[in-house]
């Protein structure tokens, strides 16, 4: 969008947006973490995306495993969408490295219960350099403390995440949103409120009817 801004004054940007409701539901206590991920030991690192070469840094996964051996890190989703070259031989056979493949959308909220970190570890390239991460509302919507890569879509959020510009600022990342707080869980939820696809229409509409008055 930056990109194309020059060539139309009236350009307007909107970022991705989550279900609050069906990702706010990984904050209920009657809800159970599923049985594959409460068999992996805590603290549990995680991340649920396309596992991808073109997106996913493995070198910074592999860096976190070796240095912290007492975290489990866990990959949800298909390894290699959108990319079948991509290799995971980085971190396969580190013990600490959980691959579960690709789980059910309906699935993701119990997932992400079971998960004290959530992270968005991504490769800076041409690609990622205008890419805003779906999981990073759903992430905040369920309540995560989140690390992130420090992509230009998310600066503007860096209030309520860590954005982290190497691999060495990201581990520490890590580290401290294992000491997570009552104050920042609630500015994540209310953030992730403002970012719905409901407020969002609303927003369109709402930009649709003046542009029209």
């Keep these: 969008m930056e990109t194309r801004k020059a060539w139309k004054q009236q350009t307007y940007y909107f970022p991705n947006v989550a279900d609050y409701a069906h990702f706010g539901s990984a904050m209920d206590r009657e809800l159970k973490v599923p049985s594959d991920l409460e068999a992996i030991p805590g603290p549990r690192?995680?991340?649920?995306?396309?596992i991808s070469g073109y997106k996913v840094d493995f070198e910074l996964l592999a860096r976190m495993a070796h240095e912290h051996p007492e975290w489990s890190i866990v990959l949800i989703g298909r390894v290699g969408e959108g990319d079948p070259s991509t290799t995971v031989s980085q971190v396969?056979?580190?013990?600490?490295v959980h691959l579960l493949?690709?789980?059910?959308?309906?699935?993701?909220?119990?997932?992400?219960?079971?998960?004290d970190v959530a992270i968005l570890p991504s490769r800076l390239n041409e690609?990622?350099?205008?890419?805003?991460p779906m999981k990073f509302f759903e992430y905040l919507a369920a309540g995560k403390p989140v690390v992130a890569t420090d992509l230009h879509a998310l600066a503007g959020f860096a209030d309520v995440c860590t954005l982290a510009n190497d691999h060495a600022s990201f581990v520490a990342g890590v580290e401290r949103a294992l000491s997570d707080s009552?104050?920042?869980?609630?500015?994540?939820?209310s953030l992730a409120q403002e970012y719905t696809y409901e407020r969002?229409?609303?927003?369109?509409m709402e930009l649709v009817n003046s542009l029209g008055a």
């Design 200 to 204: 969002r229409t609303s927003r369109m």
């Design 127 to 132: 690609y990622t350099r205008g890419m805003f």
């Design 182 to 189: 009552t104050e920042k869980l609630h500015a994540r939820l």
């Design 92 to 96: 396969e056979a580190l013990p600490n």
């Design 45 to 50: 690192i995680g991340f649920i995306g396309a």
């Design 101 to 115: 493949g690709a789980r059910s959308y309906e699935s993701l909220p119990a997932y992400l219960k079971g998960i």
